[in-house]
């Protein structure tokens, strides 16, 4: 999981969150050139190095926060939520698809099982497992002490609940998938041939088995879904009411480490601590959520108006790095940006993608062309100054193990671009090219808005698609707009042929949760039978083999720069400003660090010199 504030607590499927991007501006302007580094002092806080060429590497970086004097009793802290939008308040994980809400979630929601640094579940969670010999039947536990906010104990029942919810016909969520369907009678529960899942059986109040159709490695690193629903508050709402109502949106419970005292929809949340969180009792009292604009972030950093944020945007860095009132955290992030072709449609009736073979984007020739007309590498210089860099596969560099290092993409190539229109028949026809058949190709291309570089890149993007005679349209979105328009509700607007997103990617590699046939986000709306056929090996029994399973990502990671139904544009780190009063904070995975640790060592924030 990304673990923020060290809390292990986002969703372990691969089924990944949306992170927002630096993005768009509507219509043409005027030719956008990539900037140049900005000049900034040669040594910024100790350890943070610039090279002569104004670049930055996130080796340098430390992920855990030094300690600087003593925890005091209680205290109150200011965590920054850095959108331009609000958060959109759908606050169960059962229900919710976007960052900002998993941001808002992560103070009092979690797993009910924790993972190691090689995203592997371990017995340390609020929940311990068991495996059958046969590693289909998994006997979970859960701690006594484990208790929703409300008093009640979180018990079997209620992780059974979540499971009939999601797989019910009227769920209007994005969880259900391949990782339910592969559950013993879940198929025939969904279909109404049976008032129980067969494959899921309560043997206690607190002990749950649950049976699963096919072995694969990722049970043990992310398939499993770990997130309880209190049947309490839950059990006599209607389906297709629940992520709509109160007990979601105005007044959720879990059982983390916080509770929700208030909250101002879509602006801020006031969290009080939960003194009978199960790993024990929070140091601090408090934590006030706010939604602080990328533009206002530094002042808010300066001031202490903040001591922590959710993340730090790259490209005001290099001026600010010698802040002197906070110490600076870095990790490679568990994500990707990239340019994402509409291929088709989802088909809501049947849950599933429906390519058109007749889609504007559907010729690959036309796809490739775009790739190689874009610099990433540079993109990552100039706007990132060396924190993000140029993205080669969909398994990014923060899975080691089987992201291929060794595959180069498809390189920046302005004239292998023009030759590959010129001889898939998209001839020039004045300034812009038409398509093979003669007729007028425009395309109409969509992003997200974002901080001050928002602008320029997408501008970028277009500048370079225009220098190879592509006659492309930009238009802005925020946050939930984009996601709505690019299918997020399981409506694809027509009007949308190329966009531009990012996805942090869960634990589990296995890519199926956003490009399989069954995955809501496969925004594509791309299949192959290759493509099948690569992620159905990908979690098969063979693939408990490591080496066999590098090798079919391997594969799949070269299909998909093949066929291209998205290309990666750049890897990210992700940077993080804490306030010095902070003690016991860390980012990135496997730490041992938790939530309900993070104490301050003074009652007010440092304020910068």
Request: proline share 5%; hydrophobic share 35%; glycine share 8%.
């Amino acid at each position: 999981m990304k673990k923020r504030f060290s809390s292990k607590t986002l969703l372990p499927l691969l089924f990944a969150f949306m992170i927002v991007l630096s993005a768009c501006t509507s219509g043409k302007g005027n030719d956008v050139t990539l900037p140049s580094p900005t000049n900034t002092p040669n040594q910024t806080d100790g350890n943070k190095k610039q090279t002569e060429e104004g670049l930055y590497s996130i080796e340098d970086f430390s992920n855990v926060k030094t300690n600087e004097g003593e925890p005091i009793k209680g205290g109150t802290i200011t965590y920054g939520l850095v959108t331009d939008t609000a958060f959109e308040g759908i606050l169960n994980y059962n229900f919710s698809s976007g960052i900002p809400d998993a941001k808002v979630l992560e103070w009092f929601d979690e797993s009910l099982l924790t993972w190691d640094k090689n995203y592997v579940f371990t017995n340390d969670g609020a929940a311990t497992y068991e495996v059958s010999e046969d590693g289909r039947t998994f006997t979970f536990t859960i701690r006594d002490n484990v208790n929703w906010h409300d008093g009640k104990p979180v018990t079997a029942e209620d992780w059974e609940f979540a499971h009939e919810v999601i797989a019910h016909k009227d769920y209007d969520g994005p969880r259900y998938g391949s990782d339910f369907t592969n559950i013993e009678g879940l198929v025939e529960y969904r279909e109404g041939k049976a008032d129980k899942i067969s494959g899921i059986k309560v043997l206690s109040d607190k002990k749950l088995q649950i049976t699963y159709i096919k072995s694969t490695p990722s049970l043990l690193t992310g398939s499993i879904w770990t997130y309880p629903l209190a049947k309490h508050i839950f059990g006599d709402m209607e389906v297709a009411k629940m992520s709509s109502s109160s007990a979601v949106r105005e007044k959720p419970i879990s059982f983390g480490p916080f509770k929700v005292e208030s909250i101002v929809p879509g602006e801020s949340v006031v969290y009080v601590k939960n003194p009978d969180y199960w790993r024990g009792e929070p140091h601090l009292d408090k934590v006030v959520l706010k939604v602080i604009n990328p533009t206002t972030i530094v002042q808010q950093l300066k001031s202490g108006g903040v001591d922590l944020v959710d993340s730090f945007p790259i490209d005001q860095f290099p001026d600010n790095a010698n802040m002197s009132n906070v110490e600076y955290l870095g990790v490679i992030d568990r994500a990707y940006t990239y340019i994402g072709f509409k291929l088709g449609k989802w088909d809501e009736a049947n849950k599933v993608v429906a390519p058109d073979p007749n889609a504007k984007m559907a010729d690959v020739n036309l796809r490739r062309a775009m790739w190689h007309a874009v610099d990433n590498d540079q993109v990552g210089k100039r706007f990132y100054h060396g924190l993000r860099w140029n993205a080669t596969t969909l398994i990014p560099p923060s899975h080691p193990e089987f992201h291929d290092a060794s595959n180069p993409g498809i390189a920046y190539d302005v004239e292998k671009a023009n030759q590959i229109l010129d001889e898939a028949g998209y001839k020039k026809n004045g300034e812009f090219r038409t398509k093979p058949d003669g007729s007028e190709l425009v395309i109409n291309f969509i992003s997200m808005t974002g901080g001050d570089i928002a602008e320029p890149l997408a501008r970028y993007y277009v500048q370079s698609w225009n220098a190879i005679g592509l006659n492309v349209n930009l238009e802005l979105a925020e946050f939930n707009s984009f996601y709505d328009r690019v299918g997020n509700n399981g409506k694809d607007d027509p009007n949308v042929d190329v966009y531009m997103g990012a996805w942090s990617v869960g634990i589990d590699v296995d890519p199926t949760g956003l490009y399989g046939r069954d995955a809501l986000f496969n925004f594509p709306r791309y299949a192959s039978e290759e493509n099948d056929r690569l992620l159905a090996e990908g979690v098969s029994e063979k693939a408990f083999d490591v080496a066999t399973r590098q090798a079919i990502y391997k594969e799949w990671q070269q299909l998909m720069v093949n066929e291209i139904p998205v290309f990666p544009t750049l890897y990210r780190s992700e940077i993080v400003p804490v306030n010095k009063r902070i003690l016991n904070y860390a980012i990135g995975d496997g730490t041992g660090i938790y939530l309900h640790e993070l104490a301050v060592s003074q009652d007010k924030p440092f304020v910068a010199e």
